[in-house]
């Protein structure tokens, strides 16, 4: 068993290709983007989820 903040589909890349999924620093924190979405964030800050930035499905500025 494995226990991981790092989502179970990239850990084991069931059934995605992985060029779908980019982990990138975004506003100071780990995320996984799919297709310049937020999919998933890798924080260990509660605080973080709570930011609406990071929700998934929240559209990422590159320029930030």
Request: overall charge positive.
């Given at each position: 068993m494995i226990w991981s903040v790092i989502p179970e589909e990239?850990?084991?890349?069931a059934?995605?290709?992985?060029s779908d999924?980019?982990?990138t620093e975004?506003?100071?924190r780990r995320v996984i983007?799919?297709?310049g979405?937020?999919?998933?964030?890798l924080?260990?800050?509660?605080a973080d989820f709570l930011d609406q930035r990071?929700?998934?499905g929240s559209l990422v500025n590159q320029g930030q």
């Open positions: 990239v850990v084991f890349k059934g995605e290709k992985s999924l980019q982990l975004y506003l100071g983007l799919r297709q979405r937020v999919d998933s964030l924080s260990t800050d509660p990071f929700m998934p």
